[in-house]
Structure formats: C-alpha cells, structure tokens
C-alpha cells in the first residue's frame, strides 16, 4: 500500500510539473539600510494580493519566483514599507527607510483575506521572524526559541517522571497544550502519541515540536485568541502557524556546541529555610563536573525546479547529553538498608534463608571485613561504605534526559497551467531519549527491589524511548474566476516504542530480564480541506468571504509490551503439594511475607493452604516493570474516529477605519455529536497610529482519543512511600460502575486592546482577555475498594483513576508587546519588551454522583485534587517579562536578554508532619525533627531574573561565528522544601534545574 501511494504522489509531481508555467521565474536581492547601507534580516518580502513570500536571511539576501508584473512588498519593524515591481531583470536589491509610519511583518494566521500587518490585526498575533532571532541564541529547538521570544507560550523541560520529560509539551495562556492548535503553513499538525503530565494541571497530549527542524522555518506567527470558529477543535487558547522557508540557489546552515558547565556550589535556599545542615554536607557528594553537552548541525538548501517551481530542503541531527541534578536525601529518610537485610533476616517464598548481608557475616567469623567491623557492617551507612557507595549513588537522579535526534523536511511549490499552483511540504524524524525518570530502588522497598541476586544495592532504572515521526501535506490552490481555491490533504503519523533497562519484575526473582519492551503508542491523522474564498473589491471598503469543509479521521493505538514487563509470576508464591499443609519453611517456622513477618492466623499458628493452580500469594511483590508497568492485553487500544466540519468566515472593511470579521463553524464529531462554533472580531483606527480592537468567540474540544483510550498501572509515592494504582478508560467496566464519564470542554472567549505607531520606530499593542473553559478535564485522586465498595471485586486492594470533566476553570490576563528601533551613533538599536499578566482561576467543580462510600466533601475532594487546582491556578508564573536589547555595528551584532518569571505556589493534596529544617540531628541514624505541627506542605517559590547573552561576529559576508549563554548567571530557582523534596530537588516551573549554558555557534549561507 505505501508502495502505491508513493507511486501516486511521484505521478502527481511528474504531472504537476509538465504543467509549469514559463512566464514565473526566481527572483533575489539583497535587503540594506538607507540610513548606513548594512544589511537588513528578518525582512517580509510578500507578493501582494498573496500569502506567498519569504524573508531576508541574516546578510539580507532574499529570494523567491515571482511573475514579472507582480509587486513585492518589504516590511520590517522600524521601516517604511516598500513596493517594488518585478521586471524582467532577476535581480532587485532594495534600500529601506526608516519611518513614523513603521509596518510590521505581514499576518496570515486568523484571517483568510489577504495578509494584513500584525498592528492592523483584530486580534493580537506575534511574529517571530526565527531566521533572525535563532543566529545569536542559545536554543535550538524552535519551542524553546519561541519560550524565550513570546511570554504567553510555554513549553517546559521537564526534568523527570516517568516519560515526561520525553516530550515538551507547549502551552498558551496558562491553558492546556491541546487548546492550541498548531499549524505548519496554515494545515492542521497532529499531535504526539503520548499523553502525559504538563504543567497546567492535567494530562494531554501535545504536538512534539522537537521534529519541526527551525532551520526549515521563516517564521511563526501565534494568534493569541480563540479561533474554534476558523480553525476547529482545540483553538480554545489560539493557534500557532509555522511558516516554512521558499528560498531557493542558497546553502545555509549551523554547527552549534554547547554545555552546562554545572560550577559551583548552589545555596539551595528558599522561603522555608532551605536545605538541612545535614543535606548540604551530603551535597557535597555529588559531582559538580560539566554536563548537557550539546551539538546540532543543521542545513537548508533551496532548488530552483525553474520557472517559479522550488524544492526547499532542511536537515538536521542534534545530540543531548544527559544533565543530572541529583537529589540526595538524609541516610535514614531514604533507606537503602534496613534490619532485615543487614541482619540477613530475609527468607525467600518457601522459608530458605537470603544472604543479604555476606561481608557481616565473614565479619562475625573473622572479627572484620576489610576493615570494618560487624558492629559497623550492621548499620545503613557501614555496609554502604564498605561497599564503597555514598548516599549520592542511591539517590534519585532529575535533570535532562540524553536525546539524539535527526530529521528531513521539504517545502516544494510548482505553478500549473490556469494560475494554478500544487504544493507540497513534509518532514520524518528520528528521535531516541533515554532519562532517568524515576525513584532509586532501594533493597528496603522489599515489594519492588527482591531480586537480590541481580542488584543487592538496588537499582536506578532508565527509561527510554524510540519515537518516529511523519508528516505529508499535499494541495492544489489557485483561482476560478474570482474565487480563490485551495485543496489539500495532511498525513501525519507519531509512534513510540517505549522501553525500560536496569529494571526488574520482581514477581520473576532473579529470573527477570533487566532489559524490558513495555510497548508502542501511535496517534494517525489525516486531514481533508477545500477552502474557497472571494474577495469583493467594490463592497464597501473591502468584502471578503471564505467558506470551506474538512474532514479529519484520527487513530490511537496502544500495542503491548512483552509479557514480563505486565505479568505476575511466581517468585512470591507458596504452592502447596497436599491438602491442609501448613505454610512453614524447611525450618518449621511460619512462612515469612515480603516484610519478613510471619504469615500466621489469629493463634499465632501457620496458615493451611489447599493446592490450586497458582498457589498463594505469600510475598506481595509488585508485578510489572519497576518503575514504569508495562501495557498488557488489558491496555491496549485501537480507537478510529472521524470528524468533519464547515465553517464559513467573513471579513469586511466597513471604511478605511473600520475592519469587522465574523465566523461560524459547524463540526461533528462520530463519538461526541455536534457542535456549533462563533466568532465576532472588530478592529477600529481612532487615529492614523492608534486602533482599538477586540473579538468575542465561543469553543470547543472533544477529547482527544488519547485521552480516552490511554490507560495504565503506575507508581506513585507520598514521602517516599510507593503505592501502585491504575488509571482506567473511561469506556471500562470500572468507570461504568463508578458512575464516570467524559465529555466535550466548551469555552468563551473575550479581548479587547490597542495597537499603535506612536512615533517614529515604535510600536505597542496591549491586548485584555478573559477566557472560561467548562468541564475541563482533570484526572481524580485514586479511588480504592473502601471509596468505593462497587470496585471491590475488580480491584481488590489496588487502586483505580480516571479522567474526567472537573469543572469550570478561567483565565483572565493583560499582554503587552513594544518594539523600538532607531539609529545610535554608528550602530542600530533594536529594543523589545514583552509583558503577560495572568490569572488562572478553578471557579467550581462539577461533582456528579458516584457510587462510592464517601461523603459529598470528601468526594469533592478526590474528584479534583487540590495539586492539581494549584498546579493549573499557580502552578506556573502568572507574571512574566521578557526584554531584548540588540545592537548592530559593523561586523557585532550584540544581544541581551533579560527574562523574569514570577513567583510560582504549589499546594499539596494531603497534610503532612512539618519539620524544623534549623533543628539539630543525626544525618546517619535520624531525620530532621519535627515542629509538631500538622499542616498542608504548601510552597511559594520566589520570583527569578534570569539573563540570556549572545554576540555574533560576521567573518565575513557567508561566514558568522556567535557565542553567548542561556541563564548566564547561573541563577537557580528555590529547592523544594523538606516535607516535598523526597523526588527533585527543584521546582520544573521557572526557569528549571539546569543552570547556566553556553554555546558557540557557526553559521554559513552560500
């Protein structure tokens, strides 16, 4: 099959291509200053009437295939726009002015006209020109150059649990990050298999950015506001549309290295007194030697196919080193030994005596063991040292995962006969992450680390990841008469096999793999669009009007793992060989449990057992992979829906000074119904360089087939406790017993701002919003057979979650963007601030009645968690600035950028025993002591500055060298406090763990 729809696709090129136009062919030039003549990059250069265009490279060089006849548009922040027709020469270099009457970079996202500048806009949209800002940064991933450009995206690295830091999940306005919807040149991007935890409160799924290559990108352009009613399911916080490159006849590219040189020793302060004496002398066990290395090579080459036809190609390979940022705890809070093993007091399932602990007992017969003495060998911190260990090789391990990873990307564009043109773009990428996700297994957690024989000091366990990715849109736009068509069809595919290494079952003893395949995610989408649109010169100022359909057929598929990475074997069971056999060991004693204690009944006396296939259970091990259960038949899934849609979308110059747009969308979703969408937009000019606008939009977004077919056993832990629970699916037997459900999220939405030229190389937008999701979905605490009794008999004494629509939640904030730009002395000052001021808010939640035992405030309370309420109200920086200051002179191009995060509180779900971190103990025997108190362990953490610096040099006009650093400083947020800090050491929410890198940087065009 993908033979023959290769073999179609080649067709349709061939054809396509036979069909080219002779009268269009490339045209380039260079873009320079008036003022000095230096080059300008980053400038639009738009055809207008059209979308199509292009930007300057960093040397100012454009090019892009343009019809003789047609006119050229240059726009740059702090310049006059210009327009110059094409001639029948293929060279046309432009000189730019600087003017009071300052365009910006053309818009096409959120609206289906021709391309407006993003001050003329009716709602906000931010432009990033990446070609521009990526030579001089540290990043680069385009999701983290777009984190230090634009306040109101996120997208956190996470630095562990379990597969969260395999993919960074972006967000927009404090929201979910399947509420923005991306698109790659105005086409729906699928989103990753994996649904995972983020950082609004929830878990979702994502689109991976990580494979979009930013070398193969000219710009983004993020529209801040509600576009359900243009753009379908999802756009609840905005839309996010990656333009691609068109250059053709140049070879450009990067080498970048880098690394975090993790110096010095931290404070590892924060607001609740910070770390114990104690806990900073055992910090310095860990190596502070550098690490998070990094290297990417990238290139871009565009071809001309002739006669306006281009082929623009991008690739790139980046590998990561790991970053890790340990968290090492007092000797007795995380135990590695306890009585039973240094006293080898272990039995296995039949009664046989464990040697666990071998150097005491040659001790005991020798009088010491290299050194040490029995009395010595008998405590946690003897036989670590004779074992040569620190508390710092049994710690949990957080920071950066290792990644490698590699991708291809295309952009192709071939005029046909009729004014017809056949496009195409596409990418494929490889990406492996191996982390250290979890908890140190320690000898103590008998239930999860009894495999002596393979790790008798425990076990850290790695997972790791194989991801592939695919992506292929194709269409035909052009025009009948006066409408303007455009169809197209998007394929995109993300699958990963999921794997884990130093783990164990330990349900298969010292017969377990270590090395496990705990199965594969995969998420399809294919994506069907016919847009026709007409633009009605003569009605009013300006009349445009847009309809079209979509179709879109979405797959989830959860494949199993291998069997020991689910199953449950037989190292902790008793099997009896007759009748009423008492359960005791060779030596007539009462089999002992996984805790070493007696199996015996009210008496006192061994249990009798009948025989059965299977035996009993006498030592209660964890079944599964350690650290991540695998999927098991139970888990798997293969989900297909189908949705379509039909919107229609008008957009009026009512005068010059009047723009009003409207949109209505109709979609219909095969397993949730259907749904009716609206948006209305104005914008006004109160004076030649001040408007108003604002818009008012209503929502709305199914849940994703990951959302409702991903289930799972996991492990959580509640100071340093494991207990195992199982989210379920919502279509299972457990959730229809409860009484849960899912459905659709709906949203309104509401902004009102200005933008303004207000002088001479200025420009500031402020945008106000206010947005209310309902029935946003969460995941409940777990519930166990005693919360509910109706779960009994189908989880016995596990413990089950689900996904489920939990309340009304809103966000309300103020977002302010200027730019400035003029001449200073030699040189060219470029100055940007941004500014978003947000409130998140729970505002109630939805309780419906459930089958369980508990009162309606403790239900209320289990429904949606208390950290979970906080962690999307608080949980990332309400307040956040970002500034960047440039200046070009000469062959310098110097840049800084201060960003500020502010403060950040996270809430816990349960109270806990406060400690008194200034209180005197023993690191070895004890923990630090407590106040007395009882209370909630919540945290706020303190608002942190952080400065990112570059400075590039051009060697020459094809050749530039950049060095310069992110978190320069080395500025680290707040250590977690004592009651919390049993898995990181710090908060993921600011500016993360890693500390200060620094990077060098060689670029090249051809």
Known sequence: MRKILQFILLLTLITCYGHVMAQERIISGTVTSEEDGSPLPGVSVLI????????????????????????????????????????????????MTPSSEQLNDVVVVGSRGEGRTKIETVAPVDVINVSEISVGMAQVDIAQMLVATAPSFSAVKSQGGDLNSHVDSPTLRGLAPNQMLVLINGKRRHSSALLTSNQTGTFGNAVDMSFIPASSIASVQILRDGAAAQYGSDAIAGVMDIILKENTGVLSGNLTMGATPNFGTPSFDNNYGGLTAGEKELQKEVPRDMDGETVQFDVNYGLDLGNDGFLNITGFVRQDKRAIRATVLDYERYLTYDGTYLNNERTDKNGNPMITNPELIEAMAKGSYNGYTPEQLSTNVGLLNARGLTQYDVSSYLGSPDVNIAGLSFNLGLPLRNDFNFYAN????????????????????????????????????????????????????????DFKID??????????????????????????????????????????????????????????????????????????????????????????????????????????????????????????????????TVKNYSQGC??????????????????????????????????????????????????????????????????????????????????????????????????????????????????????EETSVNYSVGIA?????????????????????????????????????????????????????????????????????????????????????????????????????EELAEKYVRRASIAQFETGTS??????????????????????????????????????????????????????????????????????????????????????GGQNVFNNLPDVVRYENRDFGLYSDYQQGSRGAYYFTRLSFSF
């Not at 199509?52 to 702090?78: H, R």
């Not at 747009?661 to 104005?682: C, H, I, M, N």
């Not at 016995?796 to 200027?818: C, M, P, W, Y």
């Not at 007395?932 to 953490?941: K, M």
Request: proline share 4%; hydrophobic share 35%; charged share 20%.
């Open 756 to 856: 303004s030229e207000l002088f001479k190389g200025f420009t500031l937008t402020a945008d106000a919003y206010m947005i209310t999701v309902k029935d946003r979905i969460f995941l409940t605490d777990p519930f166990t057979a005693a919360d509910a009794p109706v779960l009994e008999p189908l989880i016995g004494d596990g413990e089950a979650q689900f996904r489920i629509n939990g309340g009304t939640i809103s966000t309300k904030g103020l977002e302010i963007v200027s730019n400035y730009a003029t001449q200073v002395g030699p040189g060219r000052l470029g100055l940007t601030l941004a500014a978003t001021f947000r409130e998140n808010k729970f505002e109630k939640a939805t309780v419906p009645d459930l089958n369980t035992a508990l009162t309606d």
């Open 487 to 616: 169809v197209s069809n998007t394929f995109g595919r993300n699958a990963m096999d999921i794997r884990m290494k130093n783990t164990l079952n330990v349900t298969y003893g010292d017969a377990s793999p270590t090395e496990m395949y705990l199965g594969n995610h995969s998420f399809t989408q294919n994506t069907t669009n016919i847009d026709v649109s007409r633009f009605l010169p003569d009605a009013l100022s300006g009349i445009n009007i847009a309809f079209g359909g979509e179709m879109r057929v979405e797959k989830y598929e959860i494949v199993k793992g291998q069997l020991e990475s689910y199953s449950n074997s037989d190292a902790g069971t008793y099997e009896a060989t007759s009748i009423d056999q008492p359960m005791v060991g060779p030596d007539g004693f009462p089999i002992e449990n996984e805790n070493s204690s007696p199996i015996v009944d009210s008496n006192g006396s061994p249990l009798l057992t009948q025989p059965y296939d299977g035996g009993t």
């Open 48 to 95: 207008k009437g059209t979308t199509k265009g292009t930007i300057s490279d960093v040397n100012g060089l454009f090019k892009l295939s343009a019809q003789e006849g047609e006119t050229l548009v240059f726009s740059f922040i702090g310049f006059s726009v210009l327009e110059k027709k094409v001639t029948d020469k293929s060279t046309h270099n432009v000189k």
């Open 878 to 963: 309400s307040t956040k600035f970002i500034g960047t200051v440039t200046y070009n002179i000469g062959k310098f191009n110097f840049m800084v950028r201060p960003t500020f995060y502010g403060e950040v509180t996270s809430r816990q779900n349960d109270m806990s025993s406060i400690v008194d971190v200034n209180g005197a103990y023993d690191i070895y025997t004890e923990t630090a002591p407590a106040t007395g108190e009882t209370a909630y362990a919540d945290q706020t953490y303190s608002p942190e500055w952080v400065f990112d610096m570059g400075i590039t040099y051009t060697v020459s006009p094809k050749l530039n060298l950049s060095v």
């Open 626 to 743: 350690q650290c991540f259960t695998g999927f098991g038949p139970n888990n798997e899934a293969n989900a297909v829906r189908t949705v379509m849609g039909a919107y229609l979308d008008i957009e009026a110059d009512i005068t010059d000074k009047w723009l009003v747009e409207g949109a209505t969308r109709y979609e219909t979703f095969l397993d949730f119904g259907s749904v009716l969408t609206g948006k209305v937009a104005t914008r006004y000019s109160i004076l030649d360089n001040l408007a108003v606008r604002g818009s008012a939009s209503t929502g709305f977004r199914a849940p994703s087939l990951q959302e409702l077919n991903y289930s799972q056993t996991f492990t959580y832990f509640v100071n340093t406790i494991p207990a195992d629970a199982t989210v379920y699916t919502n279509n299972s037997t457990e959730a229809r017993l409860l009484g849960v459900s899912l459905k």
């Open 426 to 481: 596409g990418d494929i990428g490889f990406k492996y992450v191996e982390g250290f996700s979890c908890y140190y297994r320690s000898p103590s957690w008998t239930s999860r680390a009894g495999a002596q024989g393979l790790y008798p000091n425990g076990f850290r366990p790695l997972m790791m990841t194989n991801q592939s990715n695919t992506a292929l849109t194709t269409g035909v736009e052009g025009k009948l008469g």
